[in-house]
């Protein structure tokens, strides 16, 4: 066995992570923790799942939800035209970055905002980057708490509502205590012109 794969099998994670891969591909919504907090998550072109996500969390069916991703490849699957200033920010900001651009697609159009925009971030915590890669799909992704009311800080805030009508939980850092950032946020237009929505 190379050492390469002996490493893999001892990721902690791993099995935790297949499992939520096999329950995304089923059409199933997951909890589990991102890259800033904990989040709520299904197959972003599947209308089904994402219609349940949206019912877990109480959340409009007219609001945009943003997209997780493992890696570049997604990002042109799911823009028309990505500018160069994006590719830019994915690369050189220090801390997690939401861009969201118009032009998306290939995704559930409900998930889109005005001008079929859609909001991406590119991930590189191991967990979801794994999970992200073995759907072959951009995660629909929503923080996990009912709508209207704060982002849980950890895994014990999380309403039980929304851990009961999940597909599966993950178990991975369940115990980290550490408060996660939300995401930079920024925005494209058509034109090209840039915008700071959340800093």
């Not at 951009?138 to 597909?167: C, H, K, M, V």
């Amino acid at each position: 066995m190379s050492r390469k794969k002996a490493n893999r099998s001892q990721d902690p994670w791993r099995d935790d992570a297949l499992e939520a891969v096999r329950t995304l591909r089923s059409g199933g919504v997951i909890v589990h923790a991102t890259d800033t907090v904990w989040g709520i998550a299904c197959d972003a072109t599947n209308e089904e799942a994402v219609a349940k996500l949206r019912s877990l969390k109480g959340k409009d069916s007219d609001s945009p939800i943003l997209v997780l991703v493992g890696d570049e490849g997604l990002i042109e699957k799911h823009i028309t035209d990505v500018p160069k200033a994006a590719w830019d920010l994915f690369e050189h900001n220090d801390r997690p970055t939401t861009v969201i651009m118009p032009g998306g697609k290939n995704v559930a159009p409900t998930i889109l905002g005005t001008g079929n925009s859609l909001g991406i971030r590119l991930v590189h915590d191991d967990w979801t980057v794994f999970v992200s890669r073995g759907l072959g799909k951009p995660l629909a992704s929503s923080s996990a708490n009912l709508s209207g009311l704060p982002t849980p800080p950890d895994y014990d805030s999380i309403d039980e509502s929304i851990l009961e009508g999940a597909d599966f939980v993950s178990s991975h850092r369940r115990s980290d205590r550490s408060q996660g950032r939300p995401s930079f946020i920024g925005s494209f237009d058509s034109s090209g012109r840039f915008k700071i929505l959340r800093s």
